[in-house]
């Protein structure tokens, strides 16, 4: 166990809604990564909060979005929902606001859009 | 620009041969390098870690990977696999992205077989 907590496991949406991806990072964590791996595309690396603040951006689309909470905790949305947004979604989550030491991942969140 | 190169995306390996999984990198500042390991259905699990210390890195699982500076190489071995040995191996590299923030970046993954 990571001590990096994600929810839901799995979920099944249509074309076209919204959904909202939960992290909660280890405790003492500061910085949340999320990550999407996919078939094709691999492990890509999406956005980083680093206590409460956007750090870094990676290859995240302009309908996806990200927040980092008071008490640390993030969200992933992801809007307008496309087929080829079906991904296994990680977070990680780190002490620092780099990665310096390795980032401890969750069990990842399966979206499968229909 | 920081990348990671993984030569071969399937490996089979007999139970109680060597593991060999090879790992290559570029990165135009000190790299931390990292193998993780995925099995079906669950999250990242780091084996072992190299962060400028000690060249030759071991990890958990019997696992160890030895960093070669002049070869920008980054091998994972293990001498005798283990049945439980099967899954995804991801080299990932840490170095500058954007800003003052180390990213990871990963390879495209070695999927590991081993036949009894």
């Given at each position: ?111 499968t859009v229909? | 620009?920081?990348?990671v190169t ?18 290559n990198y ?91």
């Amino acid at each position: 166990d990571s001590g990096v907590t994600q929810t839901p496991k799995h979920l099944i949406t249509a074309t076209g809604q919204r959904v909202t991806l939960r992290c909660s990072p280890r405790s003492g964590d500061l910085s949340v990564y999320w990550y999407q791996q996919s078939l094709d595309q691999g492990l890509q690396f999406l956005i980083q909060y680093y206590n409460g603040e956007e750090r870094a951006k990676g290859n995240i689309l302009e309908r996806f979005s990200a927040q980092q909470f008071p008490d640390l905790h993030s969200e992933l949305n992801l809007s307008s929902l496309e087929l080829g947004d079906s991904a296994l979604y990680f977070c990680a989550s780190s002490p620092t606001g780099t990665l310096n030491t390795e980032a401890f991942f969750g069990q990842g969140t399966r979206l499968t859009v229909v | 620009a920081q990348s990671v190169t993984q030569l071969g995306s399937h490996v089979s390996v007999s139970e109680g041969a060597l593991v060999l999984l090879r790992c290559n990198y570029s990165s135009s500042v000190p790299p931390y390098l990292f193998w993780y390991v995925q099995y079906p259905n669950q999250g990242l699990q780091l084996l072992l870690k190299y962060t400028s210390a000690a060249t030759l890195v071991k990890g958990i699982n019997g696992f160890e990977a030895e960093f070669k500076k002049s070869e920008t190489s980054f091998h994972l071995t293990k001498p005798s696999a283990h049945m439980s040995d099967a899954a995804e191996y991801f080299c990932a590299v840490s170095a500058y992205l954007s800003g003052s923030a180390r990213q990871l970046t990963f390879g495209s993954g070695t999927q590991l077989t081993v036949l009894p």
